[in-house]
């Protein structure tokens, strides 16, 4: 198995990425939520992992403003992840979330907050600690951050998730 090329999405990958996520989570929840964030114009970027001309992961990142006391802090959600079955514990999604930390650096993100496993989202940086001042819908020990430099003021204030993250999804029965 080849190392997989990380690169922004392209119109002719949706069809995979759709199947991919459907293999990877055996719904199409986490499709309909990046279906929604691109219709609704929230979507920041999407990362694919590629190989062998197959998508085998993607990622994606969408505008989510933290207001806060002092200022409003410019942070990106990333959501939702997802890697091919076969491929998961290969080093995909690790080697997609580091691709995407490094593309919200250079856009200017001062943060980026994910839901997901601590032991998982610690090796890139992400905790609990760095989100526990944060008001959000899923507020509590799975909701973490990562600030993307020094400069990065304290998290403090209410998240503005996009409107996609509180629709009702639609279960496959």
Same mark, same amino acid.
């Given at each position: 198995?080849?190392?997989?090329?990380?690169?922004?999405?392209?119109?002719?990958?949706?069809?995979?990425?759709?199947?991919?996520?459907?293999?990877?989570?055996?719904?199409?929840? /986490? $499709?309909?939520?990046?279906?929604?964030?691109? /219709?609704?114009?929230?979507? !920041?970027?999407?990362?694919?992992?590629e190989n062998d001309g197959d998508v085998v992961g993607a990622a994606a990142f969408?505008?989510?403003?933290?207001?806060?006391?002092?200022?409003?802090?410019?942070?990106?959600?990333?959501? +939702?992840?997802?890697?091919? +079955? *076969?491929?998961?514990? !290969?080093?995909? !999604?690790?080697?997609?979330?580091?691709?995407?930390?490094?593309?919200?650096?250079?856009? !200017? $993100?001062?943060?980026?907050? &994910?839901?997901?496993?601590?032991?998982?989202?610690?090796?890139?940086? $992400?905790?609990? #600690?760095?989100?526990?001042?944060? /008001?959000?819908?899923?507020?509590?020990?799975?909701?973490? #951050?990562?600030?993307?430099?020094? /400069?990065? +003021?304290?998290? &403090?204030?209410?998240?503005?998730? +996009?409107?996609? $993250?509180?629709?009702?999804?639609?279960? *496959?029965?």
């Amino acid at each position: 198995m080849s190392k997989p090329t990380i690169r922004f999405d392209k119109p002719t990958d949706w069809p995979r990425i759709e199947a991919m996520f459907h293999a990877a989570f055996g719904s199409d929840a /986490e $499709f309909q939520l990046l279906q929604r964030l691109r /219709e609704d114009g929230d979507l !920041g970027f999407l990362l694919t992992a590629e190989n062998d001309g197959d998508v085998v992961g993607a990622a994606a990142f969408s505008e989510l403003p933290i207001d806060g006391p002092e200022a409003i802090v410019r942070a990106a959600a990333l959501a +939702p992840i997802g890697v091919a +079955p *076969e491929q998961q514990a !290969g080093g995909v !999604g690790a080697a997609l979330i580091r691709a995407g930390l490094a593309q919200c650096r250079k856009k !200017g $993100f001062e943060a980026v907050i &994910v839901l997901g496993y601590p032991t998982y989202y610690r090796r890139f940086g $992400f905790s609990a #600690a760095a989100a526990e001042h944060i /008001e959000a819908p899923w507020s509590g020990p799975n909701l973490m #951050a990562v600030a993307l430099d020094d /400069e990065t +003021p304290p998290l &403090v204030g209410v998240a503005r998730y +996009p409107a996609a $993250f509180s629709v009702e999804v639609k279960r *496959e029965s």
